[in-house]
Every structure is written in C-alpha cells, then in structure tokens.
C-alpha cells in the first residue's frame, strides 16, 4: 500500500483524466454517489484509506487473538467476494474459475492490534485491483460509480446497519415470544441520515447488475460474519454494538440470498422452445463467458414483439441483449425467467 497522497492518486483513481474527488469516509461516497445519480456531472475518484470496516470483540478468548470460529467467519467472508467477482467476471459462481493471482488480488486485509482484538478490514486494495481490470467498454463515470458503488456495499456501516435492520424486522415477524418481539423493537440501527444513505445504495443496486449481485453476495458475507461474532460477549461493528444474545437472535433462521443471480447481458439464442403451449421456452448461450443454459420467457410480462425478437435473433443468429432472473448453484443455472428483450444497437 503507498502512503503517499500522490502515489494513491496515481494508483487508485478511477474513471480517466477527470478532475479527482477523494473518496476518504463513507459520507464522502454517498455525496458522490447522490451527486451521480441526480445526473450531475462527476469527477473521477480517488480512493483514500476508504473503504475500512473495524470490527472491535470482547470475551475471554478474545485478547490479541483470532478463535478458529472467527478466522472461518473471515475465511466465508473472502469465499462470498470471490464467489460475487467469479460470477461477474465468469458468468458463475463457481470461484474455482479463478486463478491464483485473482485470488491474491481480492485477498482483503485483516490486522489485528495491540491491546484488543481490534480488527481492521481494508478494502482499498481490493477494489484498486478491480477497477484496473474492469471491462474497457465501461465509461468512466460508471467505472467510478461502480467502483464507489461496491465499496458501499462491501465496505460501509450503512451497508450493515441496513442488514442488521433487514434482519431485525425479519425476526419480528418470525418470532413467538412477546419477550423476544419487545427486546428486539428496542434495537436502533438506522439514524434518519443512514436510512437516507441506504435509499441511495438501493438506488445505486437497481442501476447495475453487477451491483445487485454483489450486494446478494455481501448480504451473505455479512451473515457468515455475524454468526461467527455470536461466540464472543461483545461486538462492535464501526459503532454498532451487539451482545451475544442479540447477534444469534438476529441472525436465527437467516437464509442465503446470493443462489439468486441477475445473468443480463448479450445472448444469442440457440433454440425457441413452443412445444408447450403453456410456456415459451428458449435455449440461450451468453456471447461474454459462453454460458449455455435454458431460460423460461416470462409470458406475462412479455409481449408479442419481444417474442419476435427471440424468434428473428435465432433465424438470424444474431444476438439479442436478455434481463434474466435466476437461481445458481455452483456451475447449474436453475430457474432462470427471461424478464426484458432488447435488440443490441451496434455502433
């Protein structure tokens, strides 16, 4: 990591030769973010020491050292960012597609200080690594906002007090005891501020399928983190503080959500399927990462001159841009629903 202002400038700014806004805090990214999506024009950025998570434990075991249930949290919760970059790199979340030096550039950095278990999670690097690999046929302002935006999502405290809010009122709705419902309306996560932040960040997802996946993915990370964080007496998440019995009640039952995939991108279809007069179905092969799968065309939602599309895109073999919902679970596609058709413009 450079300390210097200059070399990380140079070396993790991001969206060209843009005039640099410096992306240091987690107010300074969801300014950045609110600016972009207001339309206004933005600078590139300029990622200084953000995004950082700390994460502070307290307990008998936990005094200048790391418990096996704790490094496998952090173990789970690298296999979640290696599974989301495989999936938007490779077209699945199978992360045994990534290579040795992939791995070691997504590696985040955990440090541990003196004193306490006191650990730092840094991000920077991370997503240095994959801005300098992104596709070049992003603009820069979405490079910047994409880079911006996953550091939001993997790395802010809005980012878990809006899950650990999700999951509060998740167990409201699930619990039994009149005890448990009372003890968990007491817990306070979102300041009217956070809850503006994480309107953005909602914003943000909606605009990107990179970023929907991604914060599938870190929504999982985090539960793993959590449920591991359930073994000491106390944790404390950038100012967010859990005892024990809080962090297993919110996170009982919780289910994963990164099966769920968004897969839209360039297609080309290879069959249409009408043999059953109750569904269209087609067979499609993505023209980025050669994925083939079947997919059903959402009937309802679809109309006679999307259905058209599909049909002239496989008489002339020529490509078709797809909205795909679906369900992965490592190399299988299962589920899929073709949602949008659009013809690809060429230029």
Known sequence: MH???????????????????????????????????????????ELVGWPKLSIRLTG????????????????????????????????????????????????????VEKGSTVLEINFQELLTSIASKAVTSMDPATLSMTIVGLGAIWGSATAYKAFLNHRKEIRMAEVQSETDREHLSTLQFMTEQETKRSEVMASIVKRSTELDNASRFADDARADLLKTMSKADTAE??????????????????????????????????????????????????????????????DESLSDNYKNLLREAEWDRTTVKLAINAKQLDETIRNAIVIRVEPVVKS
């Open 237 to 298: 998440i950038d100012g967010i503080n859990l005892d024990s019995d809080t962090t297993t009640q919110l996170m009982s039952n919780a289910r994963r959500k990164s099966e769920e995939v968004r897969l839209d991108g360039e297609y080309r279809i290879l069959r249409n399927d009408t043999t059953d007069p109750t569904a269209f179905k087609v067979k499609v092969r993505n023209v980025s990462n050669q994925n083939e799968f079947e997919a059903l065309v959402q």
């Open 60 to 111: 008998e075991k936990f005094d200048q050292s790391l418990t096996p249930s704790i490094m496998k949290g952090f173990v789970d919760f690298q296999a979640e960012i290696n599974r989301s970059y495989a999936l938007s790199k490779y077209g699945s979340a199978n992360a045994n597609k990534l290579s040795k030096e992939e791995r070691k550039e997504l590696e985040i950095r955990v440090k």
């Open 3 to 45: 300390d210097s202002h200059e070399d990380a400038a140079k070396n993790n700014t991001c969206g060209g030769r843009m005039s640099v806004a410096v992306i240091d805090s987690d107010q300074a990214a969801f300014e950045w973010l609110e600016r972009y999506l207001e339309g206004e024009q933005v600078e590139g950025i």
